[in-house]
């Protein structure tokens, strides 16, 4: 198959598809003007968060046929569009969903211990031990806005934690709530869990009904003295609002970001003057662990198409590599 590589992946699954396939790379510098000169021959594009797929791009492929999303979010792809074109989209989650999950958990320690305060405390000289008491995890209420993929990791790391898990979903069913429930983790409305949450993990994608969910006003119905995680999306927390309640006596304690409304080299986060606040850039599933396990399935599903398309093989094959897939073609959404 004649294949892109719009983002970067692991090195050697490119390695890999180059045996098999014709592939261009148009990573690092892959603009939105390249990437239309380059994805006119391709039957295959792979891409990450950063990339745009969108009905103008695609249009200029006409022999576009699978598209794989290495990691989970959509935000960045016209799905209508790639739906009525009939192009296969397989996206890879869980790899990405843990290396997350996982960093969520490295910023609420960060934010409860202090710990890039007394690391630049030390860097300059001074031994404050008295200074930087914090708290611990264990018995705290950790809300979880959207156990999906990355949440229910999140939230299931919680319970292994000793914490309170609470959470809430967009479609809430008794099914869901029972089988949450059987794992420790109880759901409630959005409301009530911003109002009891401790520390409150944002796993949602990016919507039209999703966009400022954390305003001013949900983040003055937050729990005084709570902390703030997103690595989820820019754009769903409030950045300005944020940062008035974390400067304001009785607001929020801390928050951690690895999002942001502005994202690129040269944008500065409002929030980037605060001691209180941990900031990243988009790094989240950026573990090499997970991005080799991506890369590794990006190759076995490209794989799988090129020898078996159009037939129950395929369709075996994508179960069986990418856990949580999307077929756009049909109604089929295990995300």
Same mark, same amino acid.
């Given at each position: 198959?004649?294949?892109?590589? #719009?983002?970067?992946?692991?090195?050697?699954?490119?390695?890999?598809?180059?045996?098999?396939?014709?592939?261009?790379?148009?990573?690092?510098?892959?603009?939105?003007?390249?990437?239309?000169? %380059?994805?006119?021959?391709?039957?295959?594009?792979?891409?990450?968060?950063?990339?745009? *797929?969108?009905?103008?791009?695609?249009?200029?492929?006409?022999?576009?046929?699978?598209?794989?999303?290495?990691?989970?979010?959509?935000? &960045? %792809?016209? *799905?209508?569009?790639?739906?009525?074109?009939?192009?296969?989209?397989?996206?890879?989650?869980?790899?990405?969903? $843990?290396?997350? #999950?996982?960093?969520?958990? #490295?910023?609420?320690?960060?934010?409860? $211990?202090?710990?890039?305060?007394?690391?630049?405390?030390?860097?300059?000289?001074?031994?404050?031990?008295?200074?930087?008491?914090?708290?611990?995890?264990?018995?705290?209420?950790?809300?979880?806005?959207?156990?999906?993929?990355?949440?229910?990791? *999140?939230?299931?790391?919680?319970?292994?934690?000793?914490?309170?898990?609470?959470?809430?979903?967009?479609?809430?069913?008794?099914?869901?709530?029972?089988?949450?429930?059987?794992?420790?983790?109880?759901?409630?409305?959005?409301?009530?869990?911003?109002?009891?949450?401790?520390?409150?993990?944002?796993?949602?994608? %990016?919507?039209? &009904?999703? $966009?400022?969910?954390?305003?001013?006003?949900?983040?003055?119905?937050?729990?005084?003295?709570?902390?703030?995680?997103?690595? #989820?999306?820019?754009?769903?927390?409030?950045?300005?609002? %944020?940062?008035?309640?974390?400067?304001?006596?009785?607001?929020?304690?801390?928050?951690?970001?690895?999002?942001?409304?502005?994202?690129?080299?040269?944008?500065?986060?409002?929030?980037?003057?605060?001691? &209180? *606040?941990?900031?990243?850039?988009?790094?989240?599933?950026?573990?090499?662990?997970?991005?080799?396990?991506?890369?590794?399935?990006?190759?076995?599903?490209?794989?799988?198409?090129?020898?078996?398309?159009?037939?129950?093989?395929?369709?075996?094959?994508?179960?069986?590599?990418?856990?949580?897939?999307?077929?756009?073609?049909?109604?089929?959404?295990?995300?």
């Amino acid at each position: 198959m004649n294949v892109l590589i #719009a983002s970067s992946i692991d090195g050697e699954a490119i390695e890999r598809l180059e045996q098999e396939h014709q592939v261009i790379r148009a990573f690092p510098n892959s603009s939105e003007e390249s990437l239309h000169a %380059l994805i006119r021959d391709c039957e295959a594009l792979v891409f990450r968060s950063g990339i745009r *797929v969108s009905a103008d791009l695609m249009g200029c492929a006409p022999r576009l046929k699978l598209l794989v999303r290495a990691g989970s979010g959509m935000d &960045n %792809l016209d *799905v209508e569009y790639a739906r009525k074109r009939g192009v296969q989209l397989v996206r890879i989650p869980q790899p990405s969903a $843990r290396a997350v #999950a996982e960093m969520a958990f #490295a910023f609420m320690l960060a934010l409860s $211990r202090r710990l890039l305060e007394a690391d630049r405390s030390m860097r300059n000289g001074r031994w404050e031990k008295h200074e930087f008491s914090g708290y611990l995890l264990r018995d705290k209420t950790l809300g979880v806005v959207g156990i999906g993929n990355t949440g229910s990791c *999140v939230a299931q790391m919680g319970v292994a934690w000793g914490m309170r898990v609470i959470g809430c979903v967009q479609h809430p069913s008794r099914e869901r709530e029972e089988g949450f429930c059987e794992k420790g983790i109880q759901m409630l409305e959005f409301d009530q869990v911003i109002a009891n949450a401790d520390y409150l993990s944002i796993h949602v994608p %990016l919507k039209d &009904n999703t $966009r400022r969910l954390l305003d001013a006003d949900a983040l003055s119905r937050m729990k005084p003295g709570a902390y703030l995680i997103n690595l #989820a999306r820019g754009g769903i927390v409030d950045e300005q609002a %944020l940062y008035e309640s974390l400067t304001h006596n009785g607001g929020l304690r801390g928050a951690a970001l690895d999002v942001h409304e502005h994202e690129g080299q040269g944008c500065m986060s409002p929030l980037a003057m605060l001691n &209180n *606040v941990i900031l990243t850039p988009h790094i989240g599933a950026m573990a090499i662990d997970a991005q080799r396990e991506i890369g590794q399935k990006v190759v076995e599903i490209i794989d799988a198409f090129a020898n078996a398309h159009g037939s129950d093989a395929w369709q075996g094959k994508v179960a069986e590599v990418a856990q949580g897939y999307t077929r756009i073609q049909g109604e089929v959404n295990r995300g």
